[in-house]
């Protein structure tokens, strides 16, 4: 893992130390810019972009993550700018989602989000780790994509609630 890759993670679980302030789920409907894709997240996401290094390119990587109900909610995606690039692409979003929380690899399980390109590696992930400092995680980590951009869906805090991560990875999806 690189350190831009464990900067954009950081990004994403630096709302933990907060979630004791935050108010229960508040669900409302996002578009994140340069994007199409429309979700549900229980929060109002902050918008970050950085160049990260992802399947050996390096690409623009949007994030929008927000925390809410001792979880941090996230939507990161990437132009990979090659259709034959792009199940790379999602492989790597799985492979370093996993090595974030120093998990392994989990089974993937299909979940097709309505719009999307129909692509073999997109699918939903629970994985079970520990960041370095030992404290245990859970991430539910949905990837998939759109043409040549590339998706990934993350709920990650100490336990996630699989109610809230089902309503979250149901709620995406591309406007026709």
């Not at 690409?59 to 927000?66: A, D, I, N, R, Y």
């Not at 792009?86 to 974030?100: D, F, P, R, Y």
């Not at 609630?161 to 995406?172: K, N």
Request: charged residues 15%; contains cysteine; hydrophobic residues 40%.
């Amino acid at each position: 893992m690189t350190f831009r890759t464990r900067r954009l993670t950081s990004a994403l679980l630096s709302g933990l130390a907060v979630v004791s302030c935050t108010p229960a789920l508040d669900w409302r409907e996002v578009r994140p810019e340069a994007s199409d894709i429309q979700a549900l997240m229980p929060c109002k996401p902050q918008p970050a972009e950085r160049r990260v290094p992802l399947a050996g390119q390096a690409v623009k990587m949007h994030l929008s993550s927000c925390p809410a109900g001792g979880s941090t909610w996230g939507l990161a995606f990437a132009d990979m700018g090659d259709p034959a690039r792009v199940g790379e692409g999602l492989s790597a979003l799985q492979t370093s989602a996993a090595s974030n929380i120093g998990a392994r690899a989990g089974a993937v399980q299909a979940l097709e989000v309505p719009g999307a390109t129909p692509q073999p590696l997109s699918g939903r992930t629970v994985l079970e780790g520990r960041l370095p400092d030992g404290q245990s995680m859970q991430m539910h980590v949905l990837v998939f994509a759109r043409g040549t951009t590339v998706f990934q869906a993350t709920v990650v805090g100490q336990t996630v609630a699989t109610e809230g991560a089902q309503t979250y990875f149901d709620s995406l999806r591309f406007p026709r």
